[in-house]
């Protein structure tokens, strides 16, 4: 629900050949968009819909089946309250006894600080020059003028530097996800408590967060924190003040229909059964730092386990069972080594199969999107994995190497570079040193990173059945 250009949407309809999918969107360019995606790796089994959640819930919609899974992601608190009882109905009416929603949205204790400025922002957008990026930049200026004059509920200085510091994105991206986030109208971040009283009219309970180490408090909270939670009997109430203890500000909530708790060793015999998939390596010892103190994954512990990894995909068991594991004395429960190893973004959990074999479905897909990358130059693409049923982003350089052995590419880092840039035209910059060095490390970088892709990213494709 609220499938953007269906990036999501294709990537597990690819995945998992068997599934059936259905996305809707209500704007006509993002399902254009997702359509021609489906269409160019020839997937069946994903529809499009463009319509709006109302139109789900009030007969305007396509007849759609009942669903094991329901997801929205930076959806729930963008939208008004009409908007989120249509999608509470539609949870209601569609989700299947044991199903599970995911849902994403702002929270309200993280959020709180930037309640005065995201509404200053809204407002002086209102009367702003120009489009909504440049409303906001307007409104950024304005308001740290404001702050240096005194204006004290706008925070200090560090809390605007923060909303103006772009991490990851270029400067561009990050005005426009400003504007995106800050002056729509519907905008409001929310408390964990509203949303679980939302989910229970659709008969639904909290499972869980998808931030796997945000269902650790070992992890999360500090011991004396931990010890006033406990003292909360009603679970949402302890799971809404445990937000007040963090800076979570984007919380991704699973609820479930007909959810039962597992007892620890019921839990764990089914987590040994679990298979776990490498997909990212790290140098051991590596230090998880909770909030309490640092949290060690010891060499000699999990140095057998991901060597056995780095292999080929492995049950739970058998590597909680390899005989350097049970000789270190310290093997984790199944419940800490899967939450420790996908947490950390280094395994992929796995249920079926573990057969790295590439499917037709996932071949097609990784072929398309590895093509579009080369043709727009795009700096991500998209691909999809046969084992897991789920997907992975790949660079630039990423794609090019996937693209590469697609179509029979040479091979070298270098050379490949040359087959896609073209060769280097030394004498195109002869009068510009400067010029001269930006393209050469410009080469030099993306040489690298091929290299790095293939010693590293390729094996990882390989036993993923995504090559």
């Known amino acids: 629900m609220g ?11 690819a995945a998992n050949p068997r599934a059936n ?14 359509r021609a995606m489906a269409k160019a790796a020839d997937l069946g089994n994903v529809t499009f819909h463009e319509r709006s959640f109302e139109d789900l819930v009030d007969g305007a919609g396509p007849e759609l089946p009942a669903f094991d899974y329901i997801t929205l992601h930076g959806v729930y608190s963008w939208v008004g309250p009409e908007t989120r009882r249509a999608i509470v109905r539609f949870l209601d009416r569609a989700l299947k006894p ?15 600080p930037l309640l005065p400025l995201q509404r200053l922002l809204q407002e002086y957008a209102r009367n ?6 440049e409303a906001v930049r307007q409104g950024m200026e304005f308001a740290e003028a404001l702050q240096a004059a005194g204006a004290v509920t706008l925070g200090g ?3 605007l530097r923060r909303v103006r510091n772009p991490g990851p994105l270029d400067e561009n991206k990050h005005w426009a996800y400003l504007a995106h986030e800050y002056l729509n109208a ?10 679980a009283r939302d989910m229970a009219a659709a008969a639904l309970t909290y499972a869980g967060a998808a931030h796997i180490f945000q269902n650790e408090p070992t992890l999360t909270l500090s011991a004396a924190q931990r010890a006033l939670l406990a003292g909360i009997a009603d679970p949402t109430a302890r799971e809404t ?15 479930a229909r007909d959810a039962r708790p597992l007892s620890p060793q019921r839990r764990d015999a089914k987590l040994r059964d679990l298979g776990l998939a490498q997909i990212a390596p790290i140098a051991l010892p590596f230090t998880i730092q909770a909030v309490d103190g640092p949290v060690v994954l010891e060499e000699r512990v999990y140095g057998p386990i991901l060597a056995a990894l780095a292999e080929a995909p492995r049950r739970v068991g058998d590597l909680l069972d390899l005989p350097a594991v049970l000789e270190s004395g310290q093997a984790p429960s199944p419940r800490d080594l899967v939450l420790c190893l996908t947490g950390l973004g280094v395994a992929l959990p796995v249920i079926g199969g573990l057969d790295g074999g590439i499917l037709p479905s996932v071949q097609r897909f990784n072929r398309a999107q590895s093509a579009a990358a080369m043709a727009d130059g795009r700096a991500v693409a998209f691909l999809a994995s046969s084992v897991g049923g789920a997907g992975l982003t790949a660079s630039a350089a990423e794609a090019m190497l996937h693209h590469g052995l697609q179509t ?12 896609y840039l073209g060769p280097f035209q030394v004498m195109a910059f002869a009068n510009n040193p400067a010029e001269l060095d930006a393209e050469a490390q410009r080469r030099f970088a993306l040489t690298s990173a091929i290299d790095h892709a293939q010693r590293v990213t390729l094996p990882v494709w390989r036993r993923l059945g995504m090559v």
Do not use: K
């Open 3 to 13: 499938c953007g250009q269906g990036i999501t949407a294709n990537v597990v309809a």
């Open 21 to 34: 999918v259905h996305a809707v969107d209500f704007h006509l360019a993002h399902i254009a968009s997702a």
């Open 98 to 112: 044991g199903g599970v929603a995911y849902v994403s949205y702002n929270s309200l204790s993280a959020w709180a």
């Open 128 to 133: 702003a020059a120009g489009n909504s990026v």
């Open 157 to 159: 200085p560090e809390l």
């Open 186 to 195: 519907h905008w409001q971040p929310l408390l964990h408590a509203d949303v």
């Open 241 to 255: 003040f445990a937000d007040y203890c963090g800076q979570e500000g984007h919380r991704c909530d699973v609820f």
């Open 408 to 419: 029979g590419a040479p091979m070298e880092p270098a050379l490949l570079v040359d087959h």
